[in-house]
């Protein structure tokens, strides 16, 4: 069994603390906190790394970066967008669009979990797994126990 409990909620979730007022893209301040408890609340339900990887998966927007800028040869490439949103009830919307520090306040993860989890989407294709544990022995010596002629 592997150690669930750093997956477990460590506080209650925070509320949008962003200055996104009048904003038509990001509507962190449209958030009720009841959506904002549910969607935490959902979140935690499981307390399985892959299970919490897909709805982390279920509520982003993974692209490639619309436009590349000329940059000096030796700096870092920007390797993908990521659009973040929020499940909210009563609403003609299903989920809004919000910030980054909301979406990784509310769910009180880091910002190097969910890169990780959308690059590895996006060169892959599949749904994140648990790579952790195993039988690594096995493999380690299976070159040995074959038999040559």
């Keep these: 069994m592997f150690n669930c409990s750093r997956h477990k909620p460590k506080n209650l979730p925070n509320m949008p603390k962003c200055d996104h007022k009048g904003n038509k893209t990001f509507r962190c301040k449209n958030l009720k906190i009841g959506d904002v408890k549910d969607f935490h609340d959902n979140f935690y339900k499981s307390v399985e790394k892959p299970t919490q990887d897909a709805y982390?998966?279920?509520y982003i927007g993974i692209s490639q970066p619309a436009r590349r800028r000329s940059v000096k040869e030796d700096s870092s490439k920007k390797g993908i967008s990521v659009n973040y949103f929020i499940k909210v009830k009563n609403a003609s919307d299903f989920k809004f669009q919000v910030c980054q520090k909301t979406f990784l306040?509310?769910?009180?993860?880091?910002k190097d979990r969910v890169q990780?989890?959308?690059r590895n989407h996006l060169n892959t294709g599949e749904m994140p797994r648990e790579k952790r544990g195993g039988d690594r022995i096995t493999h380690r010596f299976k070159a040995k126990n074959t038999v040559k002629y």
């Design 56 to 58: 982390i998966l279920k």
């Design 105 to 110: 306040g509310v769910l009180n993860i880091s």
């Design 116 to 118: 990780r989890i959308a």
